[in-house]
């Protein structure tokens, strides 16, 4: 497993042994990258602010913080998950760009959730630009709790208006069309893996 590009481009990741982490492909990590670069969806990575929750060896917000994002949050409780993103950050020079919280997912949205809140009116947009989220596939219950946050009224508060948030499960199991005011608008398959791209409905204008 290797940073796809930028300026830590070719650089090896450490990922901890057995099943207990599924680390993004490193194919589908740079199909992920590719499609943001492009900018058609949403922010450009460069100066962005990237949030990767359920991050395993840290490789997706490694790979932001590689092409140019301006504040990186890993969220990750794993015990050998952590050693290893600790280690790869290390490694890579990233210990004062990246943010890990060994709390987990709901631990580290509160947190940036409570942030928001404390922020003025015009302060409070433009706060996460990107929000990728990778749990155990078969765990409906996270992706439901979490994605369903984020399309609440505090979750959405926290995310710049033009806010991407992709959800990595299973291709045979696809998520729901709506969570909040989180709206599907894509869907990329690759082998076992589907990305989902979600944005926010646009809030309703006052007549």
């Known amino acids: 497993m290797r940073v796809i590009a930028g300026r830590l481009r ?12 599924r680390p993004t492909s490193d194919r589908l990590r740079e199909t992920l990258f590719n499609i943001l670069a492009a900018g058609s969806l949403g922010p450009q990575i460069e100066g962005a602010r990237f949030v990767d929750l359920y991050a395993g060896t840290g490789a997706v917000g490694i790979e932001a913080a590689s092409r140019g994002a301006a504040h990186v949050w890993l969220a990750e409780k794993a015990e050998p998950a952590l050693k290893a993103i600790r280690a790869n950050l290390k490694a890579l020079g990233l210990d004062a ?10 631990a580290l949205l509160e947190r940036l959730a409570k942030a928001s809140d404390r922020r003025s009116s015009e302060e409070k947009t433009g706060s996460v630009d990107f929000v990728f989220l990778d749990p155990p596939w078969e765990a409906d219950a996270e992706y439901s709790r979490t ?28 998520l729901a069309v709506r969570y909040g005011a989180l709206h599907h608008t894509r869907e990329l398959k690759q082998g076992d893996a589907a990305l989902s791209f979600y944005a926010l ?3 309703p204008r006052l007549l």
């Open 147 to 174: 994605l369903e946050f984020l399309g609440s009224e505090r979750g959405r508060a926290m995310l710049a208006e033009d806010a991407l948030v992709i959800a990595e499960h299973s291709a045979k199991k696809p």
């Open 10 to 21: 070719s650089r090896l990741l450490v990922a901890p042994r057995g099943p207990g982490t």
């Open 97 to 106: 760009e990246v943010e890990v919280d060994a709390r987990g997912a709901a």
């Open 201 to 203: 409905k646009p809030a």
